[in-house]
């Protein structure tokens, strides 16, 4: 069975400082994987994907993620956040098959500090 | 603009009481999820349907039950049953074809039990 886990519930940062979101998977088949940003009482957004190809993947507001098989992981990063960055962020998994469930982490909340 | 649409936004129920969320979607999707939010839980799975008239159970099944009348639409119905029923509820779908795209999300709708 998939599973996504999110090792921070929180982390904290201050404005305009790097930001690591951390996002480890196990599967024993390739997968594809996705970070969804949730703001207050709002449905969760696609921030970006990995589906194959170039392990690097970026967004259009300065997200990135790499997808590292050997580590089954997929953190996203920024170089500078802003205030407004501050969410919930989850990570989710899917098999290459002809499910199409997503299974979600946890979650990591973003807070961005002036 | 193609979207899904979940009503109401906020949704009060007494005791004993069965209470309906509705999640439209005009984008022609196939599949499509209920999901239950709790803090510091994530998403977890309630119903999904991949087709008209056919639905699967999640992981929380209990004490919910769903209808695919239409490609369209899905429904789901808290029932007296569900003895923990306050929690922001999130519907989602996805394209057959399309389905490596991830999920398109509604807005939620937010359950109180009074």
């Known amino acids: 069975a998939q599973s996504v886990t999110q090792l921070d519930s929180q982390v904290p940062v201050f404005e305009e400082a790097p930001v690591e979101l951390r996002c480890n998977y196990s599967?024993?088949?390739?997968?594809?994987l996705f970070w969804y940003v949730q703001y207050p009482n709002q449905g969760l957004q696609l921030l970006l994907k990995?589906?194959?190809?170039?392990?690097l993947v970026e967004s259009i507001n300065g997200f990135e993620a790499e997808f590292n098989k050997s580590q089954t992981s997929f953190h996203l990063r920024k170089p500078s956040v802003h205030i407004s960055d501050t969410a919930e962020y989850f990570c989710?998994?899917?098999?290459?098959?002809?499910?199409?469930?997503?299974?979600f982490g946890s979650g990591t909340r973003l807070l961005v500090r002036p | 603009d193609g979207g899904i649409t979940q009503s109401p936004k906020y949704l009060f129920r007494k005791e004993g009481q069965n209470v309906t969320l509705s999640c439209e979607q005009n984008?022609?999707?196939?599949?499509m999820y209920w999901y239950r939010q709790d803090p510091g839980q994530g998403l977890r799975l309630i119903y999904y349907?991949?087709?008209?008239?056919?639905?699967q159970k999640g992981d929380i099944a209990e004490g919910y039950s769903v209808s695919r009348e239409k490609k369209e639409s899905f429904p789901l119905t808290v029932t007296s049953a569900q003895k923990n029923p306050t929690a922001f509820y999130l519907c989602?779908?996805?394209?057959?074809?399309?389905?490596?795209?991830?999920?398109?999300f509604g807005s939620g709708t937010r359950l109180t039990v009074v």
């Open positions: 984008l022609n999707h196939d599949a």
């Open positions: 989710a998994v899917r098999k290459m098959d002809s499910s199409y469930k997503l299974i």
């Open positions: 989602a779908s996805t394209s057959r074809t399309g389905a490596n795209y991830g999920y398109t």
């Open positions: 990995y589906l194959s190809g170039s392990t």
């Open positions: 349907s991949q087709i008209v008239n056919d639905f």
């Open positions: 599967s024993s088949v390739s997968v594809y």
